[in-house]
């Protein structure tokens, strides 16, 4: 599942009517429009694991919010923002959700019934007791990194990949 439509669904369900962008085409920054009776948020998606977004891509997205006379953005991310990022965006109508703060907006607007079912069950029920993967829920094993920024490291894998390229740390 891509980002896009994870975070849109996460967006509708607090009430939001989501416009997706994305696809071939230039999108101005801008991955989905969200609609509310406040107004328009513009939102750019990041699928940033070990890079960290940069305050460039805050100020472009800020650029295009007051292009489009929009209430607001948010530029969401898998991953982290710099201290610059976090800075620029402090008193401006932006918000940066972070991976962390996003596997939580996601969490928060499961039904209940849902998020019971992502715990793992007991070891004596012979069920795996690894993560699921946060980008399609499938289960998780542990894999070691064989380049990129932390060779030699393990870390947990979608079992799905290359298909899905979910990770989670060990």
Not at 99 to 128: F, H, I, W, Y
Not at 137 to 145: C, D, F, H, N, Y
Request: net charge positive; with cysteine.
């Amino acid at each position: 599942m891509d980002s896009e439509i994870l975070v849109g669904e996460a967006y509708r369900r607090q009430g939001y009517q989501i416009e997706e962008i994305g696809g071939g085409g230039a999108d101005g920054g801008v991955d989905l429009i969200l609609q509310n009776r406040k107004g328009k948020t513009l939102v750019q998606c990041k699928r940033w694991r070990t890079q960290r977004v940069g305050v460039d891509k805050v100020r472009e997205l800020y650029g295009v919010v007051m292009a489009e006379n929009a209430a607001a953005g948010i530029l969401v991310t898998t991953g982290t923002f710099t201290h610059d990022a976090e800075s620029f965006a402090k008193g401006k109508p932006l918000t940066l959700v972070n991976g962390t703060a996003l596997e939580q907006l996601v969490r928060d607007v499961q039904p209940k019934t849902l998020q019971c079912q992502t715990e793992p069950e007991p070891q004596s029920l012979g069920v795996s007791q690894e993560p699921l993967c946060p980008t399609c829920s499938e289960p998780m094993v542990r894999r070691t990194a064989k380049r990129g920024k932390n060779p030699g490291e393990e870390f947990r894998g979608c079992v799905k990949y290359p298909k899905c390229r979910g990770t989670r740390p060990v």
